[in-house]
């Protein structure tokens, strides 16, 4: 009959149970029927020698008085009873009338038994045995039994956690309102952060969840923690993250906090270079700030932007190309930026200049010199110009601003070291009077040459480039222009001829 009585108690389908101190601070408890657990300060004889019928609790001063068919014969040797009874007020003193009496063993001991009967996922169970481990320890000055009921609390918690539906974030949380320890607070943080990064995509998304990292795992903003992360527990890390943090040391637990926030950053920067490659070196100089401990990535992130950039290199405006090829050669890569330059430039001759549109040719050929110094492309489009536009004075301009000259055939670059044009030099010479005079001048001196056509010429030019001197002497004589140029080579003191033009009108 005991035992149902307290089983029911048990169960919340009878009397309530009622913490020791309670019984003197609430006076609606009068009169009630109450079940109270406590640790036993003693046992009283109320008649010397006629049995043990009273005893009082630690946490109380209220006398608790059994019925004859519940004294004991000697003092009880188990620590801790429960009884079932009523309170009372007895002339103004409050008593408890005990009708059934259940005495328990110690209560670490208590505590181990009462846990074995639970089922190995019974959190709520092993909760409730662990808040009263923990109040019944504080309350009785009892350590040991308090860090046991942390324990104990922590243990429900881990149980918890490991059910498929449940947010280790938190868990983790709720478990830093408790005394638990701070390793298995961290480790179910841990599973809870890789779970969302494994499913976060947005950059936005994972920049957020890297600063509730960083504010939940202070050590993870340190790069010098990285390195306390051995491969041995990275390895076991990525198959179980929360039980390798929970078992590992201290310092193997700060270089894991670190990873984690490492592989958050990390997955941000590489979105955003998959979303935006141009902003691939922007990207990399903020990986070389947050992640310096990462030193490849910031390299690794500019060499994708870059070679993502460069496939969309057709779409891209000149300052764009000419940012883009500043950065291949800056890495060295010279050849790639020239080739990318040029398959920029070939683009925009095909599918951007039209047949008919010679202020297009003009700007690409002032591309191409200036881009690439192909000054043959340039001429060849400047040529292409004049063939629609005759009377183009930009290409005229652009001609002249290059240093070419107008010869019987078009315009030639004198600097090129051939002694006509490119559409004369690559046929026979017609036989003229001047040019078979001009091919005698060849290697003559100034006082030759004066001698030869009959005097000084109309006009001198005089110019320098590339570390040469040159001097050009015009003789006009009717309808035909005579160029004779000069060369003054370094270590000589006579100039001599080196080139003859005639230009009939």
């Known amino acids: 009959m005991i035992s149902s009585i307290l089983l029911l108690a ?193 950059p936005a998304e994972l920049d957020a969840l890297a600063e509730q990292i960083r504010t939940t795992l202070p050590a993870s903003d340190d790069p010098k923690a990285s390195a306390a992360a051995d491969p041995a527990s990275v390895d076991a890390y990525a198959k179980d993250p929360a039980a390798t943090y929970r078992d590992a040391p201290e310092a193997v637990r700060a270089g894991l906090d670190r990873r984690l926030l490492a592989d958050t950053i990390q997955r941000s920067l590489e979105r955003q270079v998959e979303a935006t490659p141009t902003d691939a070196s922007r990207l990399s100089e903020i990986a070389r700030e947050r992640l310096p401990d990462r030193p ?72 191409y010199d200036k881009l690439l110094g192909d000054r043959a492309t340039a001429a060849e489009l400047l040529r292409e110009a004049l063939e629609l536009d005759p009377q183009s004075r930009s290409a005229v301009d652009a001609f002249l601003r290059m240093g070419f000259r107008k010869g019987d055939d078009g315009w030639y670059d004198p600097n090129s070291g051939a002694s006509a044009p490119p559409e004369k030099a690559d046929r026979p010479a017609q036989g003229a009077a001047p040019a078979e005079e001009g091919e005698s001048l060849k290697g003559l001196t100034r006082a030759q040459v004066r001698s030869r056509l009959g005097g000084k010429p109309d006009l001198i030019v005089r110019s320098a480039s590339q570390g040469q001197s040159v001097e050009l002497w015009i003789y006009k004589n009717g309808k035909t222009t005579q160029v004779i140029r000069f060369l003054f080579e370094p270590g000589t003191t006579e100039p001599r001829a080196s080139a003859y033009y005639s230009d009939r009108k």
């Not at 918690?157 to 408790?178: G, V």
């Not at 050669?329 to 070939?346: M, S």
């Open 10 to 202: 048990a169960l919340g389908a009878g009397p309530d149970f009622v913490e020791p101190a309670d019984l003197a601070r609430r006076p609606e408890l009068v009169g009630r029927e109450l079940v109270v657990d406590d640790r036993v300060r003693f046992f009283l004889e109320s008649k010397r020698g006629q049995g043990y019928d009273e005893l009082v609790f630690k946490r109380t001063e209220i006398p608790f008085r059994l019925p004859p068919r519940l004294k004991f014969a000697r003092s009880p040797s188990e620590p801790n009873a429960r009884v079932l009874g009523t309170l009372k007020s007895d002339e103004g003193r409050l008593v408890f009338d005990v009708l059934a009496i259940e005495m328990l063993p110690a209560d670490l001991i208590r505590l181990d038994r009462e846990v074995a009967k639970l089922r190995p996922d019974d959190f709520p169970g092993k909760r409730t045995w662990a808040l009263w481990a923990e109040r019944r320890g504080k309350e009785l000055n009892d350590p040991k039994l308090e860090a046991r009921g942390v324990e104990l609390e922590g243990e429900s918690l881990w149980t918890e956690a490991a059910r498929p539906e449940a947010d280790n974030l938190a868990l983790a949380t709720k478990a830093a309102r408790r005394p638990v320890p701070e390793s298995l607070r961290n480790a179910l943080a841990h599973r809870g952060f890789r779970d969302r990064l494994s499913r976060a995509i947005a």
């Open 296 to 367: 490849d990535l910031a390299d690794r992130l500019r060499r994708r932007g870059l070679a993502e950039a460069e496939a969309r290199v057709a779409s891209m405006r000149q300052a764009e190309v000419e940012d883009l090829a500043r950065k291949f050669r800056d890495q060295g890569e010279d050849d790639r930026a020239t080739r990318l330059v040029r398959a920029w430039l070939a683009d925009r001759r095909k599918n951007r200049v039209s047949t008919s549109d010679a202020e297009g040719r003009i700007l690409l050929a002032a591309s």
